[in-house]
């Protein structure tokens, strides 16, 4: 008499323990998968960790959590809460820049109390600079956030026929340009 034997696990392997390594871990889990996670560095987060100091341990990642929507959904979707394992706290303050010349500037999350820090900070000219850049990243945002980054999938002919439908967005987008050479302009 055999016995049949039950069918093996579906295997994934993922390259990356950052958020989106793990992230993708913990769902191909939950859905039953063997997963075997590599992760160069000697601890897992990637972005998000602490790197020791002699003052003491410090955040070395983000220090703003985006899109919160994204994590609720990871946590329910393991039958969790995100409160449940993580305190957020608001904080007004969402970044501190210093300079060597001792200069600094603080962005908040009020949109217009950023743009009167620029403009105290480098002028009327940055904060003309700033407000443009971030409704520029807005309109990018709000015609990509449903048909790109919020589904499973994304597809370039989605994107394709996205930017067709809006034409206005190509300029918007940069093609052929770096972040770094954008804020240079």
Do not use: N
């Not at 790197?51 to 220090?63: C, L, M, Q, W």
């Not at 093609?175 to 770094?180: A, F, G, I, M, Y």
């Amino acid at each position: 008499m055999t016995h049949a034997s039950a069918p093996a696990p579906l295997r994934a392997v993922i390259i990356g323990a950052g958020i989106a390594g793990l992230a993708c871990a913990v769902r191909l889990r939950a859905a039953g998968y063997a997963v075997t996670l590599l992760e160069r560095h000697d601890a897992v987060g990637g972005k998000i960790r602490t790197i020791p100091s002699p003052a003491g341990p410090i955040d070395a990642g983000p220090t703003v959590l985006t899109m919160r929507h994204v994590f609720d959904d990871l946590f329910a979707q393991l039958g969790a809460s995100l409160d449940d394992h993580v305190t957020l706290i608001k904080q007004d303050t969402l970044a501190r820049h210093f300079w060597p010349d001792g200069s600094q500037l603080d962005l908040y999350a009020d949109h217009e109390r950023s743009i009167g820090a620029i403009r105290a900070f480098a002028g009327a000219k940055a904060a003309a600079q700033f407000t443009r850049f971030c409704a520029r990243t807005r309109s990018l945002f709000s015609a990509f956030d449903a048909p790109m980054m919020q589904i499973a999938d994304p597809r370039i002919t989605t994107l394709a026929a996205k930017v067709l439908a809006q034409p206005a967005l190509i300029p918007a987008m940069a093609p052929l340009s770096t972040l770094r050479g954008l804020l240079q302009r």
